[in-house]
């Protein structure tokens, strides 16, 4: 059984899109990447993204990480706080910390192709 299986399969994953939107969206930190964004077609993709790193069935045609993310300027600590907000949300809807710990790890894999900004020196 895959990780989508034991997660719940589309049902599961559409209420974590979700939930992790809802997140996403209300940390101000966040919020203005999100600005003026299609939302319904970000969380279709989304749904799809997240049901392929789940183990399920691989229905994702959007682009690929890097172009759908250039020119955004996502910073590492934006990067960080989405996936933050994403484990939370795995973990609320019933995935265990070493499931979640998988889908994570994976994640941060993708950050090269993602992340344009590292964070600044502290002062």
Request: hydrophobic share 50%.
């Given at each position: 059984?895959s990780?989508f299986?034991d997660?719940?399969g589309?049902?599961?994953?559409?209420a974590?899109?979700?939930?992790f939107?809802g997140?996403?969206?209300?940390?101000p930190?966040?919020?203005?990447?999100?600005?003026?964004?299609?939302l319904?077609?970000?969380k279709?993709h989304?749904?799809?993204?997240l049901t392929?790193a789940?183990g399920g069935p691989?229905l994702?045609t959007?682009?690929s990480?890097p172009?759908?993310h250039?020119?955004?300027?996502?910073?590492i600590?934006?990067?960080?706080r989405?996936?933050?907000?994403l484990a939370?949300?795995l973990?609320?809807?019933?995935?265990?910390?070493?499931?979640v710990?998988?889908v994570?790890?994976?994640?941060?894999?993708q950050?090269a192709?993602i992340?344009?900004?590292?964070?600044a020196?502290?002062?």
């Open positions: 059984m990780l299986d997660f719940g589309t049902p599961a994953v559409t974590a899109v979700e939930v939107y997140r996403v969206a209300d940390d930190e966040l919020a203005p990447w999100f600005a003026g964004i299609d319904v077609r970000l279709a989304q749904r799809a993204f392929a789940l691989d994702f959007g682009r990480m172009a759908a250039a020119g955004l300027g996502i910073t600590d934006a990067f960080d989405v996936l933050e907000h939370y949300t973990f609320d809807l019933g995935l265990s910390y070493q499931q710990a998988m994570i790890d994976d994640l941060r894999g950050s192709g992340v344009e900004i590292e964070s020196p502290a002062s």
